[in-house]
């Protein structure tokens, strides 16, 4: 058995603190949490903004550049993009059973997903990048799905490819979505019912106390603050705000 929470928040970076906060509450059991950000670029954790975010066209648009916990390579998030979050306790291997499952999605929509190191493609396009967090507690997995995001809005905000790439930099790919193949709407239950064909019956609820307090501290500690988003640095001088990304780099 595993749970299905059902949570949603207004800014993207308490979003991206739940996210986190499912794996630091220590659950004694898997959970699947499947969620939507406005529109923001998302680093990844060890990534350097300056060498991934275009900040003239985020600052133009009035787009925020946050950080998740996770690794893995800078995406941009929109209403039209699907976040999966499963959170498993102990030690296992972090991306397998939610690649496998997202492959099932695609197999139920007549598309033929192609699984590797780099996330999940269709023909040479993906469609879905990976990311993780290990700790002491068990492995958060959290996969990106393009639903219906405009193909040109996902790299408006990212800088090309470097010319001298380092190790985290992010690995491009020419991307695509399910809209881009005839489909509309969003595949929330072909996920619920894919992770169900894997780990068992789906309990559905709220967050619990423990998500919600650690959410608040992750806020209160990293999320919360415009220095630990930009650059890694945790300074609680600096308060994050709804303002527009210029002002966050000032």
């Known amino acids: 058995m595993f749970s299905v929470?059902?949570?949603?928040?207004?800014?993207?970076?308490?979003?991206?603190a739940f996210d986190?906060?499912?794996?630091?509450?220590?659950p004694d059991a898997p959970v699947l949490w499947l969620w939507r950000n406005p529109?923001?670029?998302?680093?990844?954790r060890g990534q350097v903004a300056e060498r991934e975010v275009d900040f003239a066209a985020c600052s133009s648009d009035g787009v925020p550049v946050l950080r998740r916990g996770s690794g893995g390579g800078t995406v941009y998030h929109d209403r039209?993009?699907?976040?999966?979050?499963?959170?498993?306790p102990g030690a296992v291997e972090p991306l397998a059973l939610l690649?496998?499952?997202?492959?099932?999605?695609?197999g139920e929509l007549g598309?033929?997903?192609?699984l590797t190191k780099r996330g999940l493609f269709v023909g040479e396009r993906k469609i879905s990048g990976f990311a993780a967090l290990r700790t002491?507690?068990?492995?958060?997995?959290h996969a990106t799905l393009l639903v219906s995001t405009p193909l040109e809005i996902v790299t408006r905000y990212l800088t090309p490819a470097p010319d001298e790439p380092h190790p985290l930099d992010s690995q491009r790919s020419p991307?695509?979505?399910l809209a881009a193949h005839g489909f509309s709407g969003y595949p929330d239950q072909l996920v619920v019912d894919a992770v169900a064909g894997r780990l068992g019956a789906a309990r559905h609820r709220g967050p619990s106390e423990s998500e919600v307090e650690q959410q608040r501290r992750l806020v209160e500690s990293r999320y919360g603050y415009s220095p630990w988003h930009l650059a890694g640095r945790q300074r609680k001088e600096v308060p994050w705000t709804a303002t527009s990304a210029s002002s966050s780099i000032e």
Not at 20 to 26: C, H, P, Q, S
Not at 80 to 88: D, E, F, H, W
Request: overall charge neutral; aromatic content about 4%; hydrophobic content about 50%.
């Open 5 to 16: 929470v059902h949570a949603e928040y207004e800014l993207a970076w308490h979003n991206l």
């Open 20 to 26: 986190e906060a499912l794996l630091r509450a220590g």
């Open 39 to 44: 529109s923001c670029v998302v680093l990844g």
């Open 80 to 88: 039209g993009n699907l976040n999966i979050t499963l959170v498993q």
């Open 99 to 106: 690649g496998s499952a997202l492959s099932t999605v695609l």
């Open 111 to 114: 598309l033929a997903g192609r």
């Open 136 to 141: 002491k507690l068990g492995v958060l997995a």
């Open 175 to 177: 991307v695509t979505s």
